[in-house]
């Protein structure tokens, strides 16, 4: 691997530690008087001064290093590449560095089989993670290997980042994770109880947020780990009670982010942070439900969602004709008709498939029930004063200012979804979109 053993140990002492401060100038010197060094190892982990600057975050000596090296995949004693280093230290300049350096993404460590995405997955740093995923979508890791398959890399114990996320309560990670693929109800070889699912590793972790991202991403809270045992079970025996109360199958189901449906596969990001935002506060609301009922706590303050919700539109012309309670947030291409993001979810969430095809119908415009190709970010009034004389029907019709049915976000969504039915015949569609 041309890694020279040490031949003088206090030059080599002198030039590990002028890596590790990040003492470019003292580096730059060794290297000038003895440019062989760059090969030494430290004696016992065999670390390279790339594995050290990577470790330390020391970017600047990280590319002086680089710079003298034929490749930047150099291997200590456990078959650790800086790479892994850096993202197991959430070093992300020097991640960056190394990708763009042609570092490979793909290798293995000895120690658990684990990959950098491993790493970054394990110590919760989002931001290399997903450095590194983008990195999986260039690189020829995405030829050889297909992004899917990489996304859902499993190491020496079957574990997948998805696993080692969940289980080490990282929130963002398993977030960012799902939205690049992984897969949900993966279960795991041997690591944790053999069987296991992220969800049953979540809820050994006791980590509410890593079980909330799951659930929203449709993890089966009925699959079993080989001992038989569900997620809830794992959450009770840790006694983590309020993992437990959303993991019991006999709590209201979450509502599930609607990936299937194709025009939420399209969504631009900005439309696409609207409809998430809305999918967890209609959990969260769902759950502080589940939390007071099941643990019989008074209500504290901290629960109260709905007392913080600010989105308690001024003027009645942004509110949303289905609810009468938010503000028009999305907006139907093409037919141009807007609702507020906690509606939208709440068609895409309740169409339910085909029973004879099995096929996910696509929502229709629930004013002119014309086909949704696409969902965009409404424009804001201010934009739309000039063409508002011109166009005046484009949103649905209105009705007078409604807000005593009340301004939380959950009383929205659920008025929302009961008003497909129950105000068929008001103004909102002349005919009831929620026929039997
Ligand atoms: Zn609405
Ligand atoms: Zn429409």
């Known amino acids: 691997?041309?890694?020279?053993?040490?031949?003088?140990?206090?030059?080599?002492?002198?030039?590990?530690?002028?890596?590790?401060?990040?003492?470019?100038?003292?580096?730059?010197?060794i290297l000038r008087s003895e440019p062989s060094i760059i090969h030494h190892t430290t004696a016992y982990e065999r670390l390279s001064a790339l594995h050290i600057a990577a470790a330390n975050g020391r970017v600047e000596v990280l590319c002086l290093v680089l710079d003298r090296l034929v490749k930047p995949d150099l291997l200590n004693r456990n078959k650790q590449t800086p790479l892994m280093l850096a993202a197991m230290h959430g070093k992300i300049s020097c991640v960056q560095k190394l990708i763009e350096a042609g570092a490979n993404i793909l290798m293995f460590d000895s120690l658990h089989g684990r990959s950098c995405l491993h790493y970054a997955a394990y110590y919760g740093h989002s931001d290399c993670l997903q450095a590194i995923l983008a990195a999986a979508h260039s690189t020829p890791v995405a030829d050889s290997w297909g992004f899917a398959r990489f996304v859902n890399v499993r190491d020496g114990n079957g574990a997948t980042p998805l696993?080692?996320?969940?289980?080490?309560?990282?929130?963002?990670?398993?977030?960012?994770?799902?939205?690049?693929?992984?897969?949900?109800?993966?279960?795991?070889?041997?690591?944790?109880?053999?069987?296991?699912?992220?969800?049953?590793?979540?809820?050994?972790?006791?980590?509410?947020?890593?079980?909330?991202?799951?659930?929203?991403?449709?993890?089966?809270?009925?699959q079993r780990d080989l001992s038989g045992r569900i997620p809830y079970n794992v959450a009770l025996k840790r006694n983590h009670r309020a993992c437990a109360a959303l993991l019991n199958p006999t709590s209201a189901e979450p509502l599930v982010w609607p990936?299937?449906?194709?025009?939420?596969?399209?969504?631009?990001?900005?439309?696409?942070?609207?409809?998430?935002?809305?999918?967890?506060?209609?959990?969260?609301?769902?759950?502080?439900?589940?939390?007071?009922?099941?643990?019989?706590?008074?209500?504290?303050?901290?629960?109260?969602d709905e007392a913080t919700n600010d989105d308690v539109p001024e003027n009645e012309t942004d509110l949303c004709c289905i609810c009468f309670d938010q503000v028009c947030t999305l907006e139907v291409q093409d037919c141009g008709h807007q609702m507020c993001a906690h509606c939208t979810l709440a068609l895409c969430c309740h169409s339910k498939p085909n029973p004879v095809t099995s096929c996910m119908p696509s929502p229709v415009c629930p004013f002119c029930r014309s086909n949704i190709a696409r969902l965009v970010v409404a424009k804001s009034r201010d934009e739309e004063k000039d063409k508002e004389n011109q166009s005046k029907s484009k949103r649905g019709p209105r009705r007078s200012r409604n807000l005593s049915e009340g301004s939380s976000s959950f009383k929205g969504l659920s008025s929302a979804m009961g008003s497909f039915g129950k105000r068929g015949s008001g103004r909102v569609a002349d005919e009831p979109i929620d026929k039997p």
Not at 11 to 26: I, K, N
Not at 185 to 191: I, L, W
Not at 262 to 275: C, M, R, Y
Request: hydrophobic content about 35%; glycine content about 8%; some cysteine.
């Open 1 to 29: 691997m041309g890694q020279g053993l040490s031949c003088n140990p206090t030059h080599d002492h002198h030039f590990f530690r002028a890596v590790q401060t990040g003492d470019l100038e003292s580096v730059e010197c």
């Open 163 to 222: 696993h080692l996320a969940a289980r080490q309560r990282r929130p963002d990670c398993v977030h960012f994770l799902l939205d690049s693929g992984a897969l949900v109800c993966a279960s795991t070889g041997g690591y944790g109880s053999p069987g296991s699912t992220p969800l049953h590793l979540a809820a050994r972790g006791g980590c509410l947020d890593c079980v909330r991202e799951l659930l929203a991403w449709g993890a089966n809270r009925l």
């Open 259 to 304: 990936s299937p449906i194709k025009f939420i596969s399209e969504l631009n990001s900005d439309a696409k942070i609207l409809l998430e935002r809305a999918l967890m506060e209609a959990n969260r609301t769902r759950e502080n439900n589940i939390l007071k009922e099941t643990t019989c706590l008074s209500p504290s303050p901290s629960h109260s």
